[in-house]
Structure formats: structure tokens, C-alpha cells
């Protein structure tokens, strides 16, 4: 058996850390996209959905600029043009 602890001491710095998430764009009344504030490489850009006001839940994380999109054709409805082209404007990775 492999032993990974080495692996999971490096990634528990980034991922134990609280993140500041930065709010993208704002895609309609019940869905945006934010980026997880973590540091490469693990960092990610979420779908967030509105459940209530004041919350939000994350139902997509993605680190390429086309997962995000996809994730956004598949959950979000219509969105407003101007968000989609922030989105289509944002690097091929999270960063």
C-alpha cells in the first residue's frame, strides 16, 4: 500500500485554509460564478446557485474554462449576455 501523506500535508495547507471568493459575474436572479480565492493548483471557478437570500450553494467546480461553461449551459437557464461574455473572456484555467 502507498503511502500519500506527504501528498495530502502539501495539498491541506491550500485546502484548510478559509477563501475568499471573488464574485465573476452574476449570470440571472439565481445563479452566479466565483472564483474559490484558493491558490494554484488548486484553485477553481464555481457555479453557485441562490437557495434563499444571503445563500448560496456551490453545485459546480471547475478548473478549465469550457467545464465551467458547460456546467453553465446544463444548470443555469438564460443568463445575461454580458455575464456569458465575462465568462468566455476568462483563461483557459483557474488561476
Given at each position: 500500500m502507498m503511502d500519500y501523506t506527504g501528498d495530502i500535508d502539501e495539498r491541506s495547507q491550500y485546502l484548510e485554509k478559509p477563501a475568499k471568493q471573488t464574485v465573476l459575474?452574476?449570470?440571472?436572479?439565481?445563479?452566479?460564478?466565483?472564483?474559490?480565492?484558493?491558490s494554484r493548483p488548486y484553485s477553481s471557478w464555481e457555479l453557485q446557485y441562490r437557495a434563499a437570500p444571503g445563500k448560496w450553494h456551490s453545485k459546480s467546480f471547475c478548473q478549465h474554462n469550457w467545464s465551467l461553461m458547460a456546467a453553465i449551459m446544463r444548470k443555469a437557464g438564460d443568463c445575461?449576455?454580458?455575464?456569458?461574455?465575462?465568462?468566455?473572456?476568462?483563461?483557459?484555467?483557474a488561476y
Open positions: 459575474c452574476v449570470l440571472n436572479e439565481r445563479w452566479r460564478v466565483v472564483h474559490d480565492g484558493r445575461d449576455p454580458a455575464a456569458l461574455a465575462v465568462v468566455t473572456a476568462l483563461p483557459e484555467r
